[in-house]
């Protein structure tokens, strides 16, 4: 709700305070007093793109500053948790044009966007006149405004559900069709892979060891001639190693004779010479293994060559090729059960499909039924507002079918209908969408019949209406005042108006008035009390001349609409 309003050096403003109630409020004024100028300037401090000529002669800047409360409105406080702007029981939206084509929004002190305040500000206030942009003249809003009436939400909310289970099981049917599509060429290639690898059985420490015998055999002459040459060194040829430590022997035996002490030099030279003979025996043996092998040496070199192979294709070493083996063998596996996964998810597929056509048929059911009713009632406030030819309609077909491989489908999240108003308020004249309807009064007392049928669904809690009075008179006039009292009691409701008849019904009764001081022309607002407001309405009635007479019916009009709204 708007609590307050605050315009300074705004076109003809200066300066003005508007503190606002719950309610039926009426502003009135002289033509050109700047009635519209206070619509601007609410238009302006809840997204409207600026003007920098209202900016008043010879000041740099010009602001508005709104005070709304929105304890109630849950989507305005979801916005600016997005928005991370702190925010209690109000909203205080600061706009400030300069001079230099620059301006500055802030909401709650916190810095924001246009666009932000934009989308903020539709949820703050409608606002109904020529240039009205409210949800009810955007199509796409019709379908959410009749299933909020019908209170369908709820079974909106399961088509929702099963729409998004069906687009998860659509997806992952289509998804795993296009791959079994490319699986074709990757079974051949995989299938080719784990053959290539499988038909050199592979052990994993395989090219350790081969490399290793590799190099023996590569140098296996070598070798043998140094086994040969040792051996000769310690047993075959003249001055041998052994023979020469027999004579060290020989030589401490004779000093033991001579010394005992001498023998501990004695036993460490038979352990050698015991050793060395142990060698013998060892290198007589080892030697086999250096004969030559070209058979094997060539067999050996071609597996590692084969090894290399592999190696390039499938992984670093044995290790990661025998690890790739294993994947591609799964691989494999999941790719021989295909055929059924793809019967479980096509199955899978066509019952949440069931599901959501169901649903959505039961929805679509729905809606026609409360479409009927709608249309009815609307009808009839259109005709208490002086639109007796009138006639409404709610169109609803299916949506625009979406073909894909699997047919066509004209489901949504909202289910399988498109909605839209249509209307026609002259007779002859065929219906035609809402959104296109003439601009002015006439489109306010269509929007004001929608309002009054659809309060309870539209979370807006201010509404302004402008121009309402265009092309009315009279019964219909008194009609219109009645329901604009009436919707405040549930909404805050504010008209631009001249008609006395609108101006009974009100509440608060806001005069905006015009001076000039100084050749500078000031616009001013004044919150009429009671006695103040049968002048005013008075001065509608009669014009600038107030009679006796004209009081008299003034207060007999404020009366009458006093008992008209008592219960």
């Known amino acids: 709700m708007l609590q307050s309003l605050k315009i300074t050096n705004l076109a003809t403003i200066r300066s003005v305070e508007l503190e606002l109630e719950s309610g039926f409020s009426i502003l009135t004024g002289e033509t050109g007093a700047g009635k519209s100028i206070i619509i601007d300037a609410i238009h302006f401090v809840t997204g409207k793109k600026a003007d920098y000529s209202l900016i008043r002669s010879g000041e740099s800047q010009a602001s508005v500053e709104a005070c709304f409360s929105i304890n109630k409105l849950n989507h305005v406080k979801e916005l600016l948790s997005e928005a991370h702007i702190p925010f209690e029981s109000e909203l205080i939206i600061r706009r400030i ?25 539709k949820l703050l206030v409608n606002i109904h006149g020529q240039h009205a942009n409210q949800a009810l003249l955007q199509i796409a809003s019709h379908i959410d405004f009749l299933d909020a009436y019908g209170q369908l939400m709820d079974l909106r909310s399961e088509v929702k559900e099963l729409f998004a289970q069906f687009q998860q099981a659509l997806k992952a049917y289509e998804k795993f069709t296009q791959e079994s599509r490319e699986k074709i060429q990757q079974i051949e290639e995989l299938s080719f892979q784990k053959s290539e690898i499988e038909q050199f059985e592979l052990q994993e420490d395989e090219e350790e060891t081969l490399t290793q015998e590799n190099q023996i055999l590569s140098h296996s002459a070598k070798l043998s001639l140094v086994l040969a040459q040792t051996q000769d060194e310690l047993y075959d040829r003249d001055s041998s190693l052994t023979e020469r430590l027999g004579l060290i022997k020989q030589s401490l035996e004779e000093a033991v004779n001579i010394d005992p002490d001498c023998a501990r030099f004695l036993h460490p030279l038979e352990d050698c010479l015991f050793q060395i003979e142990d060698l013998r025996h060892s290198f007589s043996n080892f030697s086999a293994k ?56 096509l199955e899978k597929m066509n019952v949440s499909k069931e599901r959501l056509n169901k649903k959505s048929r039961e929805l679509s059911s729905c809606r026609h039924q409360t479409a009927k009713i709608l249309d009815q009632k609307i009808v009839e406030e259109l005709h208490q507002l002086g639109m007796e030819k009138a006639r409404f309609e709610t169109k609803i077909h299916l949506k625009k079918s979406t073909e894909n491989r699997e047919g066509t489908f004209y489901f949504s999240p909202n289910g399988m209908d498109e909605v839209e108003f249509l209307i026609s308020v002259n007779p002859g004249q065929e219906l035609k969408s809402l959104v296109k309807v003439a601009s002015g009064g006439e489109l306010s007392r269509i929007m004001l019949a929608l309002k009054t049928i659809l309060v309870s669904v539209d979370g807006v809690e201010t509404m302004i209406f402008d121009e309402i009075d265009s092309g009315i008179s009279g019964r219909t006039a008194e009609m219109v005042g009645y329901k604009l009292r009436t ?79 008592t219960p």
């Open 97 to 121: 044009l300069q001079k230099n084509n620059r301006q500055k929004i802030l909401l709650n002190d916190v810095t924001t966007t246009r666009i932000k305040l934009e989308e903020i500000g």
């Open 290 to 345: 250096y004969q030559e092998n070209p058979e094997r040496l060539e067999w050996i070199n071609q597996r590692l060559s084969q090894i290399q192979t592999l190696k390039r294709k499938y992984g670093n070493s044995i290790p990661q090729i025998l690890e790739y083996l294993q994947q591609i063998s799964g691989q494999l596996d999941l790719f021989q059960n295909a055929e059924e996964t793809e019967k479980i998810l």
């Open 487 to 565: 919707l405040g009691q549930s909404q805050q409701t504010l008209c631009v108006t001249h008609l006395p008849q609108i101006v009974a019904f009100s509440e608060y009764h806001f005069v905006i008035s015009k001076t000039i001081q100084e050749d500078t022309t000031l616009t001013s607002i004044q919150c009429l009390a009671q006695k103040e407001k049968v002048q005013e309405l008075a001065r509608l009635m009669g014009g600038s001349k107030i009679t006796p007479q004209t009081l008299g019916l003034a207060a007999e009009m404020l009366e009458h609409a006093k008992q008209k709204m």
